[in-house]
């Protein structure tokens, strides 16, 4: 049996929720990650409850990503920070009700060489428990991503690794390949070292200097180090093709056709 392979909607961003999730659909999709950033989720949570039926009616299953832009929950701000804990509570809440398997969750940014990151990091422990709590009861994972870069990053690659250390089992990592990339991390040894608690990977490549979201073999990744790290250490995780906005949805087909024939189930 090939294994299935999880789309990110980010490549139909802004398009209607259902129209675009009946696009994948028709491109192959299993199982859609749904990005919860643009015009359409503005108010989407008062339509949650006429929403989770209509999603939970097509043949495909979910994983949750909470807005992405101008999110942060380690920010020096606390208005900031309440926002971003009170956005990712409700994405969990939604998780819930059409019964996603995890949540993405950014851990924060440092944006100023001048802030304390081990301050920020102690921050997004105590969010990130707290989200555990939440979470926990409503048989949700949380998916701890690797974020930022060009020095906004809140972790070395070994800071990272350790980061759940203190962390209730609720939550796993997430590993963006791009991401690590950006700031020159040992992807093959990023997931022999998250091994045990790795839910899932963002699948996408660059070019080694901008966020591109480029498709498997378009940027610079060594794809063969990182299929043979996959297939030793963590086959049993989700595969989550998260191309940009506006790419053809072939090539959304073309990545899974890929990851089918190189990881072993």
Request: charged share 20%; net charge negative.
């Amino acid at each position: 049996m090939k294994k299935n392979i999880c789309y990110s909607d980010l490549a139909l961003l802004s398009n209607d929720l259902l129209e675009k999730t009946n696009q994948l659909i028709e491109h192959g999709a299993n199982k859609i990650e749904l990005l919860m950033d643009g015009p359409e989720w503005n108010v989407m949570e008062d339509s949650f409850q006429t929403l989770v039926p209509k999603l939970q009616s097509l043949p495909i299953s979910y994983t949750i990503h909470p807005p992405a832009w101008d999110i942060n929950l380690t920010s020096e701000n606390r208005a900031t920070r309440e926002t971003a804990f009170s956005e990712y509570k409700k994405a969990i809440h939604f998780a819930g009700l059409i019964k996603a398997s995890h949540v993405v969750i950014h851990p924060g940014f440092c944006f100023s060489p001048l802030f304390n990151k081990q301050v920020a990091q102690q921050r997004a422990a105590d969010y990130i428990n707290e989200l555990c709590q939440i979470a926990k009861p409503l048989n949700v994972k949380l998916a701890i991503e690797n974020v930022g870069y060009n020095g906004s990053s809140l972790f070395t690659q070994e800071e990272y690794t350790n980061f759940l250390e203190t962390i209730d089992e609720t939550a796993g990592f997430l590993i963006d390949t791009g991401h690590a990339h950006l700031n020159n991390w040992d992807i093959p040894r990023l997931i022999k070292e998250t091994k045990d608690r790795l839910l899932a990977l963002h699948i996408h490549d660059n070019d080694g200097i901008g966020d591109d979201h480029l498709a498997i073999g378009e940027g610079t990744i060594e794809w063969k180090a990182v299929f043979a790290a996959i297939n030793d250490y963590a086959s049993h995780c989700e595969f989550i093709l998260e191309y940009a906005s506006n790419t053809p949805l072939e090539k959304l087909q073309e990545g899974k056709t890929l990851l089918q024939s190189e990881i072993q189930n």
